[in-house]
């Protein structure tokens, strides 16, 4: 984020110095181009003035001593010419040395034409610059004066303003970088501590919080608020967690005691109850463990797994058998279709807890008359335990919602329940690294999946 902040701020930098140094660097040539201009349309003036006279008497000697002169002291170039455009005096030069464009322009100057204002060049193409003025005696023609300077002087001064505006545009984005970093950093540094405070609140440390005493105003308002959730959060968490425990704890007594009780009647029943005590001594230490498991959920906020090799098929089929009795009274046939071993290394209390609040909401919702097919499968690695029912099911949009928490379907009516089954199984999945799977059947009802990795990605 910091680095998008200083991009957005620092293009727009960069091109405003751009824009602000060219357009500079463009007027400063071009002014040192007017001056050198004028400079030359000076010592022309000048010497047209003197050709005139030398034309007048037909005696170059004064002008081509002037010229030399002048060479001399100023570097500078100066040509007379004649009506016939030879050469009629000179410092140094005669018109075999004139170029192609100079000779066009002592064509047009000797035809009248005065001379045009040199068009704007950048310093490193400019070479020597020519100008030439018509010679005029009572309104005619009678010569012309060409004036050579060297531009080397004014290119110097050129590239040293456009060497000066170019430093100045680099110390210019420098400085502008370097406030623009402390900006961002002024500006992003209770993002960051936020970023920071949340990511130690995920890892489970419920007390971290940002001072509110830096950054801007409104981010400083986003700090109080977020202090003021987490304060919320924890207190809600620290609620929670101190009433599973005490609930978890409070119902091993009834349950330890429900367990005695058991193992006392047992010992004045007959053989023919042996069974039925047996799956009663087993609910019981299933409870015991689910119990387990709840008090490591709320002590750690995540309950202790003991991983083993489960037959999937086998534990379906056992829940089947304990939820029989409570669907048969609801006029529901449930029923096991596994017909071979399905193993996954995995947590079985889970996977056991997760099934039951799976088959509780199928049973819940299925009409009287209607089977629930229960079916572990694996494919692939992957192994499913899959709850059909023939229920009023759910739309498409609806499936979306359906294992979020206290979330019901409009079309439940007067069914008991809370809307916490399927998001309870699927809290107990992620544990063990599975998921839920919510679908539609085509022909009516719903089919929820507990999808298990066969080697146990806990």
């Not at 020597?128 to 005619?140: A, Q």
Request: proline residues 4%; glycine residues 8%.
């Amino acid at each position: 984020m910091r680095r998008r902040l200083v991009i957005v701020f620092l293009v727009p930098l960069v091109a405003i110095l751009l824009s602000l140094g060219g357009a500079t660097a463009w007027s400063a040539t071009r002014s040192i181009q007017q001056a050198f201009y004028t400079e030359q349309l000076g010592d022309l003036g000048y010497f047209v003035t003197s050709a005139r006279q030398a034309l007048r008497s037909g005696s170059p000697a004064v002008v081509a001593a002037e010229a030399q002169r002048f060479q001399e002291v100023y570097g500078i170039d100066v040509v007379v010419f004649d009506l016939s455009g030879s050469v009629w005096a000179s410092a140094s030069r005669d018109v075999a040395v004139l170029g192609e464009d100079e000779s066009a322009r002592v064509g047009l100057a000797l035809s009248g034409r005065r001379a045009e204002a040199p068009a704007p060049v950048f310093p490193w193409s400019a070479a020597d610059s020519s100008l030439v003025e018509p010679v005029f005696d009572d309104g005619d023609v009678i010569g012309a004066v060409m004036v050579t300077a060297d531009s080397a002087v004014p290119r110097t001064r050129m590239l040293q303003q456009i060497v000066v505006l170019s430093v100045v545009a680099v110390v210019s984005v420098l400085l502008g970088v370097l406030l623009i970093l402390q900006l961002s950093r002024w500006v992003l540094s209770p993002v960051r501590r936020l970023d920071e405070a949340m990511i130690a609140i995920e890892g489970g440390a419920m007390d971290a919080r940002v001072a509110e005493d830096t950054g801007p105003p409104e981010l400083r308002r986003m700090t109080r608020v977020f202090n003021g959730m987490a304060d919320e959060i924890e207190r809600v968490m620290t609620r929670q967690q101190e009433f599973a425990l005490n609930a978890s704890h409070e119902l091993r007594n009834p349950l330890n005691a429900l367990l005695l009780r058991v193992e006392h009647l047992a010992t004045g029943l007959g053989d023919e109850w042996r069974d039925d005590i047996e799956e009663t001594r087993e609910e019981g230490r299933r409870m015991a463990r689910i119990l387990e498991t709840l008090l490591g959920l709320a002590r750690d906020g995540r309950p202790e797994t003991t991983v083993s090799t489960v037959d999937l098929d086998a534990l379906a089929t056992r829940r089947v058998e304990e939820w029989r009795e409570v669907a048969s009274r609801r006029g529901i046939l449930l029923r096991s279709t596994g017909r071979a071993p399905v193993l996954s290394v995995t947590d079985r209390t889970i996977v056991e807890s997760a099934l039951d609040a799976v088959i509780d909401n199928a049973v819940k919702y299925s009409p009287s008359g209607s089977a629930i097919d229960v079916e572990a499968t694996e494919d692939g690695g992957l192994c499913s335990v899959t709850v059909r029912d023939q229920g009023p099911g759910l739309t498409h949009e609806e499936v979306a919602f359906a294992t979020d928490r206290f979330w019901r379907s409009d079309d439940t009516g007067d069914a008991p329940g809370s809307g916490l089954g399927l998001a309870i199984a699927t809290d107990l999945l992620a544990v063990i690294g599975g998921r839920l799977s919510v679908a539609s059947r085509d022909g009516g009802g719903l089919q929820v999946s507990l999808l298990i990795p066969a080697g146990g990605a806990i």
